[in-house]
């Protein structure tokens, strides 16, 4: 019985072996290693939380100050509605080019077809340009089928394809220019296939143009029309809010510059053949022409109480490539553009600045890696390694006042805020794998897959699946990276709760929480599989 018992204190089990392996490997390492690479973790967090806690705090004091003396776009610029001239007739009315590019868009492609048809301007002086990539036959008969029922009624509608996807959008995009017809215009007002504007949008837009030749863009704002479809959608509009009601606003006050929204938006055609037109050397085409232009000494317009309908991605596969997108290709024009923006002589240095450091870096970079490094990673770290703590205004006071400033621009969604907060910090880890991505340029840096839009699509299936179960394809929803997240989390909150003394344990458990549910794919509109 001794000899066994000896025996197995000298050759301990396995799993005791693995732990202790495991524990004395940690504690070799912790202190020349974990503990001073977490301590300079923290302290580069905490200046960019302070980097972006100033950005929000000055576009928030600057907000306030646009809204109290009323500085908009109608004070700031000249702006009269267009006359009739007898003499002259339409010709008085400047040509306007209406682009919509589309890729396979059975579910929206006539609702959008429907509003830009239905524009209100003289009917010789705007042309509707359709730029039709679908690669689906069935899709693209449909498509022209459409535009052939609106040239029967008289409408100035153009189906144009290509017979390849080079450059993607922005090719579409180059290729319509090049089109005899465009030559005549004055004016390109470009909408997504899921966008449609009010029929007033020319009368609104146009006249800025024509009064002010210093402007090249003329942007409106999104009207969200699925907002209420479901919990990621009302997630989606609080972000998106923020960026139209303080980010647009205050650029377009102040700088007379802001990022293009790809859409909504009408370019004078002169300023961007100056600008060199569309490149896809980005997967931000729209932002890539908006930076060029401004660098020539344009000037930009955000006329924030005209809206455009538009529809939320609703599923959470359609909003991962999206956000990707929007993550990736800001970063990568950043690198691309950093020191062609430092060398321009054409603008001051002051907006030299703003572009640089606000609009791209604290932004577009710093914004997506704090969210998700700080919260996710640094802060539960320090309940493993107690040695390293973070000072309270860091974890709570500012992330909560930049909080709130984020959420003014939806009041109705306040109660929401906590939930808000979740999901920002799930998908920061996309955003953050994107930023990276943009700025090493690798792997999925040129990745663009076109936002999956439903339209009612989705309401007209579910009556009829209501009694039949859709078929659920595990490998589908699971998402690996969320999961390996939340188990992290879900750790360090057992750990703190057992053993800590910081109570980060709440929040732990609650983003765990919201990690896995994404990771299982329990997030979104679910669309049935036919």
Known sequence: MDRVSSASNIFPTGRDDITGQFGLIWQVLKEPLIVPALKLLVVVCLGMSIMLFIERVYMGIVIVFV???????????KW??????????NSAYPMVLVQIPMYNEKEVYQLSIGAACGLSWPSDRIIIQVLDDSTDPAIKSLVELECQRW?????????EIRDNRKGY?????????????VKQCDYVAIFDADFQPEPNYLWRTIPFLVHNPEIALVQARWKFVNSDECLMTRMQEMSLDYHFTVEQEVGSATYAFFGFNGTAGVWRISAVNEAGGWKDRTTVEDMDLAVRASLKGWKFVYVGDLKVKNELPSTFKAYRYQQHRWSCGPANLFKKMAIEIVKNKKVSLWKKCYVIYSFFFVRKIVAHIV????????????VLVPEVSVPKWGAVYIPSIVTLLNAVGTPRSLHLMVFWILFENVMSLHRTKATFIGLLEIGRVNEWVVTEKLGDALKGKLPAKATKKPRIRIRERLHFL???AGAYLFFCGCYDFAFGKNRYYIFLFLQSIAFFIAGFGYIGTFVPNS
Not at 67 to 77: C, Q
Not at 169 to 181: C, I, P, T, V
């Open 80 to 89: 009269e509605p267009m006359k009739d001239d007898i003499e002259v007739g």
């Open 151 to 159: 040239a029967s009624k008289g409408i100035n509608i153009k189906y």
């Open 67 to 77: 809204k109290l003396f009323g500085k908009n776009p109608n004070k700031m610029y």
């Open 371 to 382: 969210t998700f490094v700080f919260y996710c990673v640094v802060l539960p770290s320090t």
């Open 482 to 484: 969320e999961l390996c």
């Open 169 to 181: 959008k922005a090719g579409a995009l180059k290729e319509g220019m090049k089109h005899s017809y």
